[in-house]
């Protein structure tokens, strides 16, 4: 009888055919079988999972095949596009960056040149914004599924300057002020080098 087996798991593999109905039947194992990866399917994204604003974070993108096995052809330069991080708020408005296989940083969102060696490939990561980021990788059809993102937590550093909330207003018509006529400035905010809020919630103490 002919059979039709699919192995999914790459590695060496043995192969044990046996009567379940006749055990006077002696069972028959194959020589080792070496099974290759697939092509690669997906991305996962490792790294620290909390950091500063401002600080780097040296992630790893691996990838792996349809099955889960390491897809280690998949080697050489790759063109990524990171995503999952936003800018610090304004008035600094620092934009994510990740660095590429010359150690430049290049924004998140953009191509991204990183070397892979045996289906892993590096870069430094630096995010400004107080949140909690989703890092994902694409290079073509291969991506990051949620269940695969790194999530980081970014927190403020040190208070670094004062800022007020949003903008001033001015009284009308004609945004002209009164001497001796008090006009809203809003609140007052005490806030990293970043402009993130620096209250302690979510960082080094303010």
């Known amino acids: 009888k002919t059979l039709s087996l699919t192995l999914k798991t790459a590695?060496?593999?043995?192969?044990?055919?046996s009567?379940?109905?006749?055990?006077?039947?002696?069972?028959n194992t194959s020589p080792a079988l070496t099974v290759d990866p697939n092509v690669a399917a997906k991305f996962i994204v490792t790294g620290t999972t909390a950091m500063l604003s401002g600080a780097t974070n040296l992630i790893t993108i691996t990838a792996f095949d349809v099955h889960g096995n390491m897809a280690t052809t998949y080697a050489g330069d790759k063109s990524v596009t990171l995503s999952g991080a936003t800018a610090s708020?304004?008035?600094s408005a620092v934009a994510p960056t990740c660095t590429d296989k010359t150690a430049a940083a290049i924004g998140m969102g953009a191509p991204t040149t990183i070397t892979f060696t045996g289906a892993a490939g590096t870069c430094s990561m630096r995010l400004y914004k107080v949140e909690v980021a989703a890092i994902k990788?694409?290079?073509g059809t291969v991506a990051t599924a949620a269940a695969d993102d790194l999530d980081v937590t970014v927190?403020?550093?040190a208070?670094?300057?004062?800022?007020f909330q949003g903008d001033i207003l001015a009284p009308q018509p004609a945004n002209k002020f009164q001497a001796g006529v008090?006009?809203?400035l809003g609140a007052l905010e005490a806030v990293d080098l970043y402009d993130n809020i620096a209250n302690g919630a979510?960082?080094?103490s303010a």
Do not use: E
Request: aromatic share 2%.
């Open 19 to 27: 009567d379940i109905t006749d055990g006077t039947k002696t069972a």
């Open 182 to 184: 008090a006009f809203p």
């Open 159 to 163: 208070v670094n300057h004062l800022k």
């Open 155 to 157: 927190r403020h550093g």
């Open 11 to 17: 590695g060496s593999q043995t192969l044990t055919a």
């Open 89 to 91: 708020p304004v008035p």
């Open 202 to 204: 979510n960082g080094s």
């Open 137 to 139: 990788a694409t290079q």
